[in-house]
């Protein structure tokens, strides 16, 4: 038997109250507790393991709590050149101030580090973030890299096998080539633990310095058409089928809530010469978007034989006919031409 089960009728343990309400994940929630800074009813908490009810007041720091929402994920379009942290010591720009303002207090599934970009996963809900980052639910994040250097078929099975860097070990990646240009190669590369500038030390390890670093899914949420800068929340459907929750949990944001998104700063697509395609409008959040190359060959043979048929029926009338355009009648032979 879980422990919410054991609990049900009982209420719940106030760190995860404190998670579902968007404070903070239930770890840094325990630590806030042993510190002295949560009440409840004003009166001091000092165990993790106190169970609440709706009906209680909790306060952190003297400020009340926000009532627990139901759960809610968005993608995130994370640009380059923002830190993934609250505030910075430095004071340089985070993702908290690239947000729209009509977001509520969210906390990032993982991170990514200054210079990379792409897909980051937001949440009102600490337990669900911290869920989401532990590898064991199997899920991989997948990236799109371009590094200066040359990689071997070799070092792509080093890569698979997993390695050890400085005293610390990583486990298996899976990479693929998609192109050499220049001195650069494009790869795709796969993992499911995601530690700290992992990419980043492996490749640095094998003789390859990375450029640039682009996250394309995180699990089965894809970074699809997203410009950086810009937000959209994940249909409570998909986010219940995803994550196993109840649909009473979770939040079905309307039209208004949908359309809302950061200002964006147009930018490049996946890779050289690389488009997104992604399929019709009417699908409210894609599982999963293609990036394909452009074949040129393809299309022309594509258009060449389009250009056979007028409304793509064999024996349709000529262009020319629509249009009131009339075809040259054709010249009858003289009788009286002498040969």
Known sequence: MTEDAKNAGKGERIAKRMARAGVCSRREAEVMILEGRVKVDNKLIITPATLVTDDMMITVDGKPIDKAERTRVWRYHKPRGLLTTNRD?????????????????????????????????????????????LPETGWARRYRVRAFGTLTPDQVEKLARGMTVEGVRYGAIETAIDRQQGGNVWLTMSLSEGKNREIRKVLEAIGLRVSRLIRVAYGPFQLGRLEPGEVEEVPGKILADQLGLDKKDVHVPRAKELAGRANATPGPALGPDATLKRPAAKTPMPKAYRVEQP????????????????????GAKPIAAKSGVKKPAAKKPNADRRR
């Open 89 to 133: 010591p430095q004071g340089r720009a985070t993702i908290y101030d690239n947000l729209p303002k009509s977001l509520p207090r969210v906390i990032s599934v993982g991170r990514l580090d200054y210079n990379s970009e792409g897909l980051l996963l937001l949440t009102n809900d600490g337990g669900v973030a911290r869920k989401l980052e």
């Open 295 to 314: 074949n040129p060959v393809a299309r022309a043979a594509k258009n060449q034989q389009a250009a056979k048929f007028v409304g793509g029926k064999p």
